[in-house]
């Protein structure tokens, strides 16, 4: 069980690397890793997919974002991300770990 839930906090820390990364602009390619959690989310939160129908590998942090911003995903477009959305989006995902520990 313990393993488990380290498990849970090293995808979240993994995908926060990968988002600091970006943002400094240091590894442009994986800009469409974090436009299908938004796409996935907004999806989830517009009701045009259930939490059978996502991707196994952004489950946790697609049904985390979802559930607790769920109004913040609403308006933005998946295909359009700017700067202040994927800062957004680190700002929600530090949460996650901070509240974890």
Do not use: C, W
Not at 5 to 33: C, H, S
Not at 53 to 67: C, E, H, K, P
Not at 70 to 80: H, I, K, L
């Amino acid at each position: 069980m313990l393993f488990a839930a380290q498990t849970k906090e090293n995808n979240f820390d993994i995908y926060l690397a990968l988002l600091d990364e970006l943002l400094k602009g240091r590894d442009i390619n994986r800009v469409n890793i974090f436009k299908r959690i938004f796409s996935e989310t907004r999806a989830l939160v517009l009701g045009e997919k259930t939490y059978y129908q996502l991707d196994r590998d952004t489950y946790r942090i697609v049904s985390f974002l979802a559930g607790n911003f769920g109004d913040y995903f609403r308006s933005v477009e998946p295909n359009n991300l700017s700067k202040e959305n994927l800062q957004r989006l680190q700002e929600y995902l530090t949460s996650h770990t901070e509240l974890s520990y």
